[in-house]
């Protein structure tokens, strides 16, 4: 069964203190792996797509990666504005048959000052 | 150039009793997919539209239908709603034959079950 999971569920950092979120995922056959913000009680923003192992992208203080097993999403020198909510999603249907996200659970990223 | 919108923003029914659901995609984007979100949890996959079929459904009872119009816009309704069914249901779309396979999300509706 594909399967997402996300760690850890929460994460505090003070401003400036870089981090990493973890996304483990298990699919049959891997066709992109998406990262999104979400505030609270609005939709998910995308952030970046990834679709083969070894790939790299980055935004500003943000810089996601990906292996095989896993993606990694860093935070360098965090502000209290990049508090939130982080998913991570794959798509593991080939996309002209629809391909739907499988979500994690999200990890709720509070920066303090 | 206008991102998804949804309507209405928020909804509160009682137990048995139907709701729609309503989405406009991004300009120059033909799919629509639709999640439930639980308080805590990340989207759940019910249904994408395109070409104004159902070409996948995720893990989800018969009372939960859609439509998708000919201007690419989509409806989800529920039917019999249980307390089970509150959430913010969330619109997705994105474009196909451009090799990008991200998907674009409106602000949801939240919706509560009495």
């Known amino acids: 069964e594909d399967q997402v999971t996300q760690s850890p569920e929460a994460l505090r950092l003070q401003e400036g203190e870089s981090s990493s979120l973890n996304c483990s995922y298990t699919?049959?056959?891997?066709?992109?792996l998406f990262w999104y913000r979400q505030d609270p009680g609005k939709g998910p923003e995308f952030l970046f797509t990834?679709?083969?192992a070894g790939e790299e992208k980055e935004k500003e203080r943000l810089k996601a990666t990906l292996t095989k097993k896993e993606s990694f999403l860093h935070i360098t020198a965090p502000k209290p504005e990049d508090s939130a909510t982080y998913l991570c999603a794959v798509q593991a249907t080939p996309y002209n048959q629809g391909g739907k996200l499988i979500f994690g659970q999200g990890t709720e990223l509070s920066v303090k000052p | 150039d206008a991102g998804v919108t949804q309507s209405p923003t928020h909804l509160i029914k009682t137990r048995g009793q139907q709701v729609t659901l309503r989405c406009s995609p991004k300009s120059g984007h033909d799919t629509v997919s639709w999640y439930q979100q639980a308080l805590g949890q990340g989207p759940q996959f019910i249904f994408q539209?395109?070409?104004?079929?159902?070409?996948q459904r995720g893990n989800f009872p018969d009372r939960f239908s859609g439509h998708q119009y000919p201007n690419y816009s989509s409806e989800l309704n529920v039917n019999a709603l249980l307390l089970g069914d509150s959430a913010l249901y969330l619109c997705?779309?994105?474009?196909?034959?451009?090799?990008?396979?991200?998907?674009?999300f409106g602000p949801g509706t939240r919706l509560t079950v009495l």
């Open positions: 990834l679709y083969s």
């Open positions: 997705a779309s994105s474009p196909t034959g451009t090799g990008k396979h991200e998907q674009f």
């Open positions: 699919v049959s056959g891997l066709r992109g």
């Open positions: 539209y395109y070409e104004e079929e159902e070409r």
